[in-house]
C-alpha cells in the first residue's frame, strides 16, 4: 500500500479545513462549465433554426430600395453575376385605425403577387387564409400585431398609404422570415400594439402608390459560391441613380446568434 508523503498529508488537512471555501470554489467551477454548455447548445439550437426557417420560406440574400424603377429593370439585375433569383414588389409606409383603439398606429405594407406565392420571403400562415387573387379590399396582419388587438379573420381595418384611406378585411394572420423580431426602426423595444406589418395584393398597392408596372424594392438570392460584396457593388452601381442600397443579413436573428456566439465563446 502506497505511503502518502508528508506535504501531500498536509495539504488535505489543509483542504479539510477549508472544505467550504474548496466546495464553494467548485461549485462557481461547475456553474461556469454549465453555463459555458448551455450557451453552446443553445447557439447551436439558434443557427440551426435560423438556417431552416431562412430555407424553408426562401429568406432573400440582399435587398435594394428605390423610389420608383420600371419592372424591366429587374432583368438586368438579373443578368447580374452571382444572381441566381430576382422579385420585385412595393412597399410602403401606412398609418392603420382600428374601431376599439384610439391611438396612432404605424405599419409597414408590402406587396404580394395577386396569384400565388411569392418567390422570396414566403409567408407562414397563422389562422385564416391567404389573400384572394386580384383583391383589393383584403389584407393579412403580421400575428403579434393580431394577438395584441385580439383581432380575427373578417374583422376591419382602416388604412390610409400614401394619402388614399381605404377600409380593409382581415382575411388572415402571417409571420414572415423578414419580420421575426417586429420592431419599428429607430425603436428600442417592439409595440405590438401600435406598429403592424400588412400584407396586400400588388394591383391594390399600385394603385394606392400611382406605380402601375413599376416597383419600389427589390429582393435577390445569390448563386451558390457567389462573391456578396461583387454582387451588391454591381448591384449599387446598376442601381445608382435610384437606390438606396442594403444588405440582408436577417438582421434581428443574427443579432441574437451573435450575442449568444459571444456569450458562449467567453471564459466562464
Known sequence: MMRLKAIHRKALRDLWHMRGQALAIALVIASGIAMLVMSAATLSSLQDTRDRLYRDYRFSDVWAQVKRAPSALAQRVAELPGVNEVETRLIAGAKVELADFYEPIEAVVQSLPDTGEPAQNRLYLRSGRMLAPFADDEVLVSESFA?????????????????????????????????????????????????????????????????NGAFNQVVVRLSPGADERDTIAAMDLLLARNAAWARMAAWTSSRTVSCTRNSASSPP
Open 147 to 211: 394577438l395584441a388587438h385580439k383581432l380575427q379573420p373578417g374583422d376591419r381595418l382602416r388604412a390610409t398609404v400614401y394619402g388614399r384611406t381605404q377600409w380593409f378585411t382581415i382575411v388572415g394572420m402571417a409571420v414572415s422570415p423578414e419580420y421575426v423580431y417586429q420592431i419599428k426602426p429607430g425603436a428600442m423595444f417592439p409595440d405590438y400594439q401600435r406598429y403592424a406589418i400588412l400584407w396586400m395584393n400588388r394591383r391594390a398597392l399600385e394603385a394606392a402608390l400611382d406605380m
